[in-house]
């Protein structure tokens, strides 16, 4: 265990300037939403956040796609995994510490949205036209969202020996937000985004397990 950890705080001190723009896109995206929820009605307010939307969602999806293409990418031009693997660690702690570092930067990116949506509920119940249902679905859909787009980019770093044919899975990962503003909030959506996520990481752990480091 104490070795996971260690493990994972490396994956964050070598990642560091994903998990600060984590924390900072959080915060502007919480006082966004904030801002325009407290305003509903103002048809100025609504359109800002109907336009705001598009962009965040593409940076959000390219932020994390690129940290899941950084740790696996670097890992092979410099060789981390084999330094690491002289060490008493193994491929699979390896391979599940950089995962648990993924999830924590994608939660350090949702939990003060849904905590800042939770509080606006319980305060302004007869105001904001959100109900705790719909607010589940949206942070379920969220985080969904951002891990299969991780998981597009580990697989993507590692699957590829140069830097430029791995960003062409940006384009795929753009696909995934698309899907769930088709779909909705659904629990088909839920179903697909977790069999996509177990698919890539299963098909990443595949390849990392049987490569030469």
Known sequence: MRTLVTLVKREIVDHLAYFVGAIVLSGLLTFGVVSVVLAMGSGDMELVGIGGSIPVAIIVTVGVSALGVAQMYTDRTRKVSAFLVALPTTRRQIFIARVLAGLVAILIFIIPLGVAGAILIDMHTDEVPLFAG?????????????????????????????????????????LIPLLVIIKGLGPDVTLILLVFIVACLTATWTRFSSSSL
């Not at 951002?146 to 590829?160: D, E, K, P, S, T």
Request: hydrophobic share 50%; proline share 5%.
């Open 134 to 174: 719909v607010l589940g679905d949206i942070m379920r859909s969220l985080f969904l969202t951002c891990f299969a787009c991780y998981c597009v980019g580990l697989y993507a770093g590692w699957h590829r020996r140069s830097l430029a044919p791995t960003l062409g899975v940006l384009p795929v990962a753009l």
